[in-house]
Structure formats: C-alpha cells, structure tokens
C-alpha cells in the first residue's frame, strides 16, 4: 500500500541491513540493484527489432534505480518509486503474453489486464493467511499467474510454458528470500533481501528471453 500525507516523508525501517535512517544504511540492497541495470543491459543486444522487448529491458534498468533510490533514502514516496516500475513490467509483460503467447487482440488483451485486479484481490488474502509471508505475500500472486500461463499453454507453446514454470520458481524462491529478511536477522545480520534482488534480476531477465526466443520461433515460422 502506497503511504500517504505525512508519511511520504517519514523513513521507511523495513529490512535487517537498515540500523539507522542514514542515506547509506543500507550498502548491500543498495549495490545489488546493479543485478538490475546488468541484466538489461546483457539482454539489450538480442532484443534488436523487438520494440515490446525493448521496452521491457529499459524497464528492468529502471526498477534497478527505483529500488536503489528507495534503498537509500528509505522514504515513502522513494516507496513508490521502487513499487510503481516492478508494477508497470507486471502489465506489460501481462499485455505481451495475451498478445503474442495467446495471440489475443488488443481488446481482449485490456480485458485480462483489468481481471488482474480482482485476481489479486482474490488471491491476495490467501497469501496473507501463510505464516510467515507477511508483507512479501503482496508479491505472490504474480508466482501464481505466471504458473497458471505456464499450465495452460504447455501443450500449444511447451517451450514458453516451460520458461514460464521456470520463471514462476524462481520468483517463488525470491519472495522466499524476503520472506525471511526479518526472521533470519538475529542468526544473519546482514539479512537475505540483497538476495531478492539478485534473483528478481535473474527471473526478470529469463522472462523477457522467454518472449525474445518466442518472437524469434514466430519469425521463422513465418519464413
């Protein structure tokens, strides 16, 4: 949930690293938000002529900057600007698969875009109910998504199905790795949400190859 008010300013203690509201409280989730930028820019050259996959690749950088920036100034609105682009690539990448894996028009695809709310609406409080999850469980219905395309398409595209199970398992493997920040920091000071970076880069970068080599099958089927 986004702050509000007075909020937007007030510093933000939410990870095992962050001791004090100091700007460089948090020096490794803040270096691992290169894993981001990197891995847009190691997939960047296979994606030449591939618009869609384009704009994925430049959003992946800029979640890198959001969550940087947040893990810095640690304040509401620097919140919003860690949230608002993992939100965006969620769309769009939501988009891009009714397109192109469903082969769905532009209507029907806005339709599935706007079901994406009162699916986490459904889904979420059942993730809320897991012990443990706490504020993580916001993030488990993607898992849930993707493992849901993933099922439905594996007899018409097996090979995008399974990059698309494959991606579900690593991002399941990342919100378990910020699941346990906070309850693992009395053992693990240092604390495990560097490692949701890390392996958020890693799944969102898998799933952009997964539309990249999905793209490229089109093309030379078309041939």
Not at 54 to 66: C, D, E, H
Not at 188 to 214: C, D, E, K, Q, S
């Amino acid at each position: 949930m986004a702050p509000g008010g007075g909020e937007m300013f007030e510093p933000i203690d939410g990870y095992c690293e962050r001791l004090d509201p100091g700007l460089w409280a948090e020096p490794v989730n803040f270096l691992t938000n290169v894993a981001f930028m990197f891995a847009a820019i190691w997939i960047w050259p296979g994606l030449r002529g591939m618009i869609w996959g384009q704009v994925l690749a430049v959003n992946l950088f800029v979640i890198g900057l959001g969550s940087a920036l947040f893990h810095t100034v640690a304040q509401g609105w620097a919140a919003i600007a860690d949230v608002v682009p993992i939100l965006t690539y969620v769309l769009i990448y939501i988009a891009l698969s009714h397109r192109e894996y469903w082969g769905h028009s532009w209507r029907r695809t806005a339709v599935f875009l706007v079901l994406f709310v009162p699916f986490v609406a459904a889904t979420l409080p059942l993730f809320q109910m897991v012990p443990g999850l706490g504020s993580s469980a916001t993030y488990a219905p993607v898992p849930l998504l993707i493992l849901l395309h993933a099922v439905l398409l594996r007899r018409q595209l097996p090979q995008v199905a399974r990059g698309l199970a494959i991606g579900a398992g690593i991002l399941c493997l990342s919100i378990l790795m910020r699941a346990v920040d906070e309850p693992l920091c009395p053992v693990w000071p240092l604390g495990t949400h560097f490692m949701w970076h890390i392996l958020n880069a890693v799944m969102l970068m898998h799933m952009i190859a997964v539309y990249r080599a999905h793209m490229l099958a089109a093309t030379r089927t078309e041939r």
